[in-house]
């Protein structure tokens, strides 16, 4: 839904967005229409615009204070800082260290965060397996099971892809933002098991450096760069489901890597 404002501004009403990735995706529709160039008089002359983005119920739950959203975003894209290619940006409710730390998170682009995952994952495998005397014998001393070296390697091997594997499907299907808070909630997840194990042991054990230092803030920082881009039942939805694959995974490992 299109409606003019006055002069030369426009309201765009976007309905059933998901995700942060369905606005961007309407943004460069706009832009890509506005920046064709066009013959005027045997002229050829193009057009460009600065747009404020506001989004409920994060910038507001009325039709007012979305508005106003909209229209500061809009002031603050007509920076002269702002280039041609981005002269759009969203608004913000209050300048609090958390509405800071997602400003700051959310300026790194979403196919880039994706990818950080599979190489993070065999950052976290690799420590696993040469650390520490690898987790198969590490398992063996803490809980008695026996994981064979072989074993360890194809269960993790089967994991990797199927994380690349979900990653494209995500890419394809339009659902990535929920796709990355699942990953995030699973290795937040894995690094809180690995941290809590390892202090209670008192001791090291295989993935801690990685679950601590890497796999922990990388799932703290993508709830964080995640909350409020989609519905609210949707975000906790693939949160849970993260913490569920971990817990699966986790009795998957008590058992040997056996399904039986």
Same mark, same amino acid.
């Given at each position: 839904?299109?409606? /003019?404002? &006055? ?6 009403? #976007? /309905? ?29 002359? $193009? ?48 300048? $609090? ?13 979403? &196919?880039? +965060? ?15 397996? +040469?650390?520490?005397? &690898? ?7 803490? /809980? ?11 269960? #993790? $091997? ?13 890419? /394809? ?28 042991? +008192?001791?090291?054990?295989? &993935? ?6 890497? +796999? ?5 920082? =993508? ?5 409020? =881009? ?29 399904? #039986?």
């Amino acid at each position: 839904f299109v409606a /003019r404002l &006055g002069g030369d501004e426009f309201a765009i009403l #976007q /309905r059933d967005v998901l995700s942060d990735d369905d606005v961007e995706a309407l943004i460069v529709k706009v832009y890509r229409a506005l920046r064709t160039p066009f013959d005027c008089h045997g002229h050829s002359l $193009s057009s460009d615009a600065s747009i404020g983005i506001a989004i409920a119920p994060r910038h507001g739950t009325d039709l007012f204070g979305l508005l106003k959203s909209a229209d500061l975003a809009m002031y603050a894209a007509k920076a002269p800082l702002q280039s041609f290619g981005s002269r759009h940006t969203s608004a913000s409710i209050a300048p $609090s260290p958390m509405n800071k730390l997602k400003t700051y998170l959310s300026n790194t682009t979403i &196919g880039f +965060w994706a990818w950080l995952f599979p190489i993070t994952y065999l950052m976290h495998v690799a420590e696993e397996y +040469w650390i520490g005397g &690898g987790y198969s014998e590490y398992l063996l001393r803490l /809980r008695g099971v026996h994981l064979s070296q072989t074993r360890f390697l194809i269960s #993790q $091997s089967v994991g990797f892809m199927l994380m690349i594997l979900g990653i494209l499907i995500a890419r /394809r299907l339009k659902f990535l933002s929920m796709m990355l808070v699942i990953l995030g909630a699973t290795c937040m997840a894995n690094g809180v098991s690995h941290t809590v194990t390892s202090a209670i042991d +008192w001791n090291y054990g295989p &993935g801690l450096l990685t679950s601590l230092f890497v +796999w922990l803030p990388l799932g703290i920082a =993508t709830l964080i760069r995640f909350q409020g =881009t989609m519905a609210r039942g949707r975000y906790w939805t693939a949160v849970a489901i993260g913490i569920g694959i971990n817990v699966a995974i986790g009795i998957f490992t008590l058992r040997g890597g056996q399904f #039986q």
